[in-house]
């Protein structure tokens, strides 16, 4: 029989499809003897119907009068090898996919072929079968609306009847009146859909591989549940929303609570052992984590209000409340199983990206509580407080985790200033005990930001700017917590004022608007109320009824007090920047004199480091530095969003230090010289700016270099510093002969050459030109500044010189990021050792060194001198007059 399926025919044609249907259903038994056949023929059929959709109706109506879908289900009832099955599979799954037909569809996804075939037992110990038979779910998913997802579903009051119809009408009629009463039937049982779906096959088939261990399975499960949300049918969204079917939901945080603990301990390995292995390891973890929590958000954005609230729940109750919010505690404790800067990375991911009004709000609320609200009991009695009862722990599987987050009320009580126009915030108040039992978590972040190590105030930054971020949130609440920009309370005072509701001119221009504050309690007292009758969280807050003012004064001190610390990096005191700017008004200051004083002297003391870097290793390049660090300050504060993204929280630092590089390296001096720019001097003085209502020039008030150096021992030469380059002739002007070996055995006889101009300065060893007196050939050349000349302390007649790079481009941290550990053997500089003909020369060529790196060096001060004088000598009241003469003086570039 097999063997006439070869003989010529028109592949796509009519007699092709009879001839194949003919063939199928003469097959009794499948076998290894006519297996390949029936897998050819399902293949054949599969290709003509997809055909004959798009050039031939024939094809179908032949296909739907033949009944070849229940032959496709016989076949696979009496195979006896798995190869079937796949074929199977992929054939229906290449025709639903490739059908255009409405019609087509219709039929395909009545008789309940296909609910058979998604209900059939197969075989998915085989890895392969059960990618089919994803595929194919998947491929139904694809075609699902409003009218064929009826189709699929089973009703308490139809059951089969509609398809009962279906093969009484598919009988005795062509494909046109076929297509008709489908129609018609449609029209009839749109009101029985209406009633209780009691089962939906693909929908409970598919859940139960929602968490498969191989991510693609899991994938499409995802995208196939997606389809049916989207679909938007009432009845459907009942039944994925009700018991025991909201189970999956429930699941699905458990599945990425877990996914959050293993990150936890990723990070945790890799604090221990960091390297490139283990960063793309959490780089893995993490787009897996925000897979989910997108995938969160689209199942969000279908608009089914019950799965609103259940994810909301659940998140809550089985993730912030129990896990994130106790570990923004520093004591270490034993059982913890997310650290606190993981933590501050899910609460920033999850308020980013799952768009819940609810969960917005009820996360700040919670802030208003202290730690042990949401601590285990027997962690809170170690704290040396005593709850009634508390969250219990969690050390089961998803699947059989119970939660009760059930907590008794108790008291917190917050010390804070009484509002006035001059508010200090003392070290007991920024400076919160942590371990204390009535700490709020408010007061936890804050305390990260004045006293917390690099990636602690990184991590409170990044939760505080998400908030001020998150459009689901109420004003009011951003308001509560003190983050609520100032130009955003006058926006809605002037409209107030403007359409006449109450007293809003009034409070438009008071110090502090009265109703604005009771509408901060409300808000707040209707979350607050919500945790304790929905959650079972209670809490006394003393400090909700405080002045919104207090708390925004509070901010303002912790953002102080971290621009005055100097062990902190400077893309995280640029995040602390951006944070500051979009608090405060652009026209009006409402720092207080203690937070000015604070920066005046902080700004002063760093004048000193500047006074001191410019005479340093680094002095020839530190106005580049300064320009490009100052736009890129610039760039940092006024973007639309932090630069730091919150995952950088979870990766160990790559930062250079002193330790991994032996002896007083160059390198180790080019950090100190960038850090102070970046962090201390350069994002100070523009914090003053914005602080009292100026505008940040683009470039840095210095003055222009000067067309003619105060000595042209450049232009003797005949050399331009700025393109110095070997092979260049020059003027062999008080140059002093040496000798230098740069391999075993291999002495060369040179002459040595400093020259400045301007900024810049080089070493050069020249070749004498034997047919030109006086004239010389450049070979080799090193920077003149940080050269370190030392005369041997045994022989008098060599000079020792240092090496360092031209430039010092690498200090870029995202590159090092990238790179990994620096190897210390590449932060090493060179040496150079000259011998001169006797004594005098070699301190000749000392003398020449000094006497150039001294004019550099006052040149570098000449062009600092706007910036030092408005450190050391410009009353703050005063700044703007300042920097607009400065600003004058100044060249519209200044770069090198």
Same mark, same amino acid.
């Given at each position: 029989?097999?063997?006439?399926?070869?003989?010529?025919?028109?592949?796509?044609?009519?007699?092709?499809?009879?001839?194949?249907?003919?063939? &199928?259903?003469?097959?009794?038994?499948?076998?290894?003897?006519?297996?390949?056949?029936?897998?050819?023929?399902?293949?054949?059929? #599969?290709?003509?119907? !997809?055909?004959?959709?798009?050039?031939?109706?024939?094809?179908?109506?032949?296909?739907?009068?033949?009944?070849?879908?229940?032959?496709?289900?016989?076949?696979?009832?009496?195979?006896?090898?798995?190869?079937?099955?796949?074929? =199977?599979?992929?054939?229906?799954?290449?025709?639903?996919?490739?059908?255009?037909?409405?019609? /087509?569809?219709?039929?395909?996804?009545?008789?309940?072929?296909?609910?058979?075939?998604?209900?059939?037992?197969?075989?998915?110990?085989?890895?392969?079968?059960?990618?089919?038979?994803?595929?194919?779910?998947?491929?139904?998913?694809?075609?699902?609306?409003?009218?064929?997802?009826?189709?699929?579903?089973?009703?308490?009051? %139809?059951?089969?009847?509609?398809?009962?119809?279906?093969?009484?009408?598919?009988?005795?009629?062509?494909?046109?009146?076929?297509?008709? /009463?489908?129609?018609?039937?449609?029209?009839?049982?749109?009101? #029985?859909?209406?009633?209780?779906?009691?089962?939906?096959?693909?929908?409970?088939?598919?859940?139960?591989?929602?968490?498969?261990?191989?991510?693609?399975?899991?994938?499409?499960?995802?995208?196939?549940?997606?389809?049916?949300?989207? %679909?938007?049918?009432?009845?459907?969204?009942?039944?994925?929303?009700?018991?025991?079917?909201?189970?999956?939901?429930?699941?699905?945080?458990?599945?990425?609570?877990?996914?959050?603990?293993?990150?936890?301990?990723?990070?945790?390995?890799?604090?221990?052992?960091?390297?490139?292995?283990?960063?793309?390891?959490?780089?893995?973890?993490?787009?897996?984590?925000?897979?989910?929590?997108?995938?969160?958000?689209?199942?969000?954005?279908?608009?089914?209000?019950?799965?609103?609230?259940?994810?909301?729940?659940?998140?809550?109750? =089985?993730?912030?409340?129990?896990?994130?919010?106790?570990?923004?505690?520093?004591?270490?404790?034993?059982?913890?199983?997310?650290?606190?800067?993981?933590?501050?990375?899910?609460? +920033?991911?999850?308020?980013?990206?799952?768009?819940?009004?609810?969960?917005?709000?009820?996360?700040?609320?919670? =802030?208003?509580?202290?730690?042990?609200?949401?601590?285990?009991?027997?962690?809170?009695?170690?704290?040396?407080?005593?709850?009634?009862?508390?969250?219990?722990?969690?050390?089961?599987?998803?699947?059989?985790?119970?939660?009760?987050?059930?907590?008794?009320?108790?008291?917190?009580? %917050?010390?804070?200033?009484?509002?006035?126009?001059?508010?200090?915030?003392?070290?007991?108040?920024?400076?919160?005990?942590?371990?204390?039992?009535?700490?709020?978590?408010?007061?936890?972040?804050?305390?990260?930001?004045?006293?917390?190590?690099?990636?602690?105030?990184?991590?409170?930054?990044?939760?505080? /700017?998400?908030?001020?971020?998150?459009?689901?949130?109420?004003?009011?609440?951003?308001?509560?917590?003190?983050?609520?920009?100032?130009?955003?309370?006058?926006?809605?005072?002037?409209?107030?004022? &403007?359409?006449?509701?109450?007293?809003?001119?009034?409070?438009?221009?008071?110090?502090?608007?009265?109703?604005?504050?009771?509408?901060?309690?409300?808000?707040?007292?209707?979350?607050?109320?919500?945790?304790?009758?929905?959650?079972?969280?209670?809490?006394?807050?003393?400090?909700?009824?405080?002045?919104?003012?207090?708390?925004?004064?509070?901010?303002?001190?912790?953002?102080?007090?971290?621009?005055?610390?100097?062990?902190?990096?400077?893309?995280?005191?640029?995040?602390?920047?951006? =944070?500051?700017?979009?608090?405060?008004?652009?026209?009006?200051?409402?720092?207080?004199?203690?937070?000015?004083?604070?920066?005046?002297?902080?700004?002063?003391?760093?004048?000193?480091?500047?006074?001191?870097?410019?005479?340093?290793?680094?002095?020839?390049?530190?106005?580049?530095?300064?320009?490009?660090?100052?736009?890129?300050?610039?760039?940092?504060?006024?973007?639309?969003?932090?630069?730091?993204?919150?995952?950088?929280?979870?990766?160990?630092?790559?930062?250079?230090?002193?330790?991994?590089?032996?002896?007083?390296?160059?390198?180790?001096?080019?950090?100190?010289?960038?850090?102070?720019?970046?962090?201390?001097?350069?994002?100070?003085?523009?914090?003053?700016?914005?602080?009292?209502?100026? #505008?940040?020039?683009?470039?840095?008030?210095?003055?222009?270099?000067?067309?003619?150096?105060?000595?042209?021992?450049?232009?003797?030469?005949?050399?331009?510093?700025?393109?110095?380059?070997?092979?260049?002739? &020059?003027?062999?002007?008080?140059?002093?002969?040496?000798?230098?070996?740069?391999?075993?055995?291999?002495?060369?006889?040179? +002459?040595?050459?400093?020259?400045?101009?301007?900024?810049?300065?080089?070493?050069?060893?020249?070749?004498?030109?034997?047919?030109?007196?006086?004239?010389?050939?450049?070979?080799?050349?090193?920077?003149?500044?940080?050269?370190?000349?030392?005369?041997?302390?045994?022989?008098?007649?060599?000079?020792?010189?240092?090496?360092?790079?031209? !430039?010092?481009?690498?200090?870029?941290?995202?590159?090092?990021?990238?790179?990994?550990?620096?190897?210390?053997?590449?932060?090493?500089?060179?040496?150079?050792?000259? #011998?001169?003909?006797?004594?005098?020369?070699?301190?000749?060529?000392?003398?020449?060194?000094?006497?150039?790196?001294?004019?550099?060096?006052?040149?570098?001060?000449?062009?600092?001198?706007?910036?030092?004088?408005?450190?050391?000598?410009?009353?703050?009241?005063?700044?703007?007059?300042?920097?607009?003469?400065?600003?004058?003086?100044?060249?519209?570039?200044?770069?090198?």
């Amino acid at each position: 029989m097999w063997f006439s399926f070869w003989r010529s025919r028109d592949r796509f044609s009519l007699d092709e499809l009879r001839y194949l249907t003919d063939q &199928l259903m003469k097959v009794q038994v499948v076998n290894e003897v006519n297996k390949d056949f029936v897998i050819e023929a399902l293949r054949s059929i #599969a290709e003509l119907i !997809t055909y004959g959709d798009q050039h031939d109706s024939a094809f179908f109506e032949y296909f739907m009068e033949k009944q070849v879908m229940g032959e496709f289900v016989r076949v696979l009832k009496i195979s006896r090898t798995i190869t079937i099955s796949l074929q =199977l599979l992929q054939t229906i799954s290449i025709m639903i996919q490739n059908l255009k037909s409405e019609h /087509a569809i219709y039929y395909m996804f009545s008789n309940e072929h296909i609910n058979y075939l998604i209900t059939y037992s197969f075989d998915f110990r085989n890895e392969e079968l059960l990618s089919y038979y994803i595929s194919f779910l998947r491929a139904i998913s694809g075609k699902l609306n409003r009218n064929t997802i009826s189709l699929l579903v089973k009703t308490q009051n %139809v059951g089969h009847s509609f398809d009962y119809h279906f093969v009484t009408i598919r009988s005795n009629c062509s494909a046109y009146l076929w297509a008709v /009463a489908v129609f018609h039937l449609r029209a009839e049982y749109d009101g #029985a859909i209406g009633d209780q779906i009691v089962a939906f096959p693909l929908y409970d088939e598919a859940i139960r591989f929602a968490f498969h261990e191989e991510s693609m399975v899991r994938t499409a499960i995802r995208a196939l549940t997606l389809n049916v949300y989207h %679909v938007g049918d009432e009845c459907v969204n009942d039944y994925v929303s009700s018991d025991p079917h909201a189970d999956y939901f429930l699941n699905l945080v458990k599945f990425f609570r877990e996914q959050c603990i293993s990150l936890n301990t990723l990070v945790l390995d890799a604090s221990k052992n960091s390297g490139p292995v283990s960063t793309s390891t959490i780089l893995s973890a993490v787009d897996e984590i925000e897979d989910n929590l997108y995938y969160f958000s689209d199942v969000i954005s279908a608009g089914i209000p019950d799965v609103g609230r259940i994810l909301t729940d659940s998140i809550l109750k =089985l993730l912030i409340f129990p896990l994130l919010l106790p570990s923004l505690r520093r004591e270490d404790v034993d059982g913890m199983k997310i650290g606190p800067m993981t933590s501050l990375y899910l609460l +920033c991911s999850i308020l980013r990206i799952v768009k819940i009004k609810d969960l917005a709000n009820l996360v700040a609320a919670a =802030l208003f509580f202290p730690i042990e609200a949401f601590m285990p009991h027997s962690e809170a009695k170690l704290n040396g407080h005593m709850p009634g009862t508390g969250f219990s722990h969690e050390n089961h599987s998803p699947d059989n985790d119970k939660l009760s987050p059930e907590v008794v009320s108790r008291s917190l009580r %917050v010390t804070v200033p009484n509002s006035s126009s001059d508010i200090n915030l003392q070290d007991d108040v920024i400076r919160h005990n942590i371990n204390g039992s009535k700490t709020a978590l408010r007061e936890a972040l804050l305390s990260y930001v004045t006293s917390g190590d690099d990636v602690q105030v990184l991590g409170s930054l990044s939760v505080l /700017a998400t908030f001020l971020q998150t459009k689901e949130l109420e004003e009011t609440m951003l308001d509560a917590i003190g983050i609520l920009p100032q130009r955003k309370q006058h926006k809605k005072l002037l409209l107030q004022a &403007l359409v006449g509701e109450g007293s809003g001119e009034e409070q438009l221009f008071s110090s502090e608007s009265s109703s604005m504050k009771d509408g901060v309690s409300n808000e707040l007292d209707c979350y607050l109320q919500k945790l304790k009758d929905q959650y079972g969280l209670s809490c006394s807050c003393p400090e909700v009824g405080v002045s919104p003012r207090v708390h925004r004064f509070q901010v303002l001190d912790a953002l102080v007090s971290l621009f005055c610390r100097s062990n902190i990096s400077a893309e995280t005191l640029w995040d602390g920047g951006w =944070l500051l700017r979009q608090l405060l008004p652009y026209s009006e200051a409402k720092f207080n004199s203690h937070h000015l004083k604070l920066l005046k002297e902080s700004y002063k003391n760093c004048t000193s480091g500047l006074h001191v870097e410019a005479r340093g290793t680094w002095s020839d390049v530190l106005i580049t530095v300064l320009c490009d660090e100052w736009k890129n300050c610039k760039r940092a504060i006024e973007a639309s969003s932090p630069r730091k993204e919150p995952k950088c929280l979870l990766f160990p630092s790559q930062k250079c230090s002193s330790e991994a590089i032996p002896g007083e390296s160059s390198f180790v001096a080019g950090e100190r010289m960038c850090e102070l720019v970046k962090v201390v001097f350069v994002l100070l003085h523009q914090v003053q700016i914005f602080s009292t209502g100026g #505008a940040l020039p683009d470039q840095p008030p210095i003055h222009p270099p000067l067309d003619v150096p105060e000595k042209p021992q450049s232009k003797t030469a005949g050399l331009d510093v700025f393109g110095l380059k070997p092979g260049a002739e &020059l003027k062999l002007v008080d140059a002093v002969p040496c000798r230098i070996s740069f391999e075993r055995g291999k002495e060369r006889h040179l +002459c040595f050459v400093a020259i400045s101009g301007g900024t810049s300065g080089w070493i050069v060893l020249a070749e004498e030109l034997p047919l030109k007196k006086h004239y010389g050939v450049v070979r080799v050349t090193a920077p003149l500044v940080g050269c370190n000349p030392r005369i041997d302390d045994k022989h008098s007649r060599w000079l020792h010189l240092r090496v360092r790079p031209s !430039t010092y481009s690498f200090v870029d941290t995202t590159k090092r990021a990238a790179q990994g550990k620096l190897k210390t053997n590449a932060l090493v500089d060179g040496r150079w050792t000259l #011998a001169f003909r006797d004594e005098d020369s070699c301190k000749s060529a000392v003398s020449m060194i000094v006497e150039e790196i001294n004019l550099l060096c006052n040149e570098v001060e000449r062009r600092l001198k706007p910036l030092l004088d408005l450190g050391m000598s410009v009353d703050l009241s005063n700044r703007n007059k300042s920097l607009q003469v400065s600003s004058s003086r100044t060249s519209p570039s200044n770069s090198l």
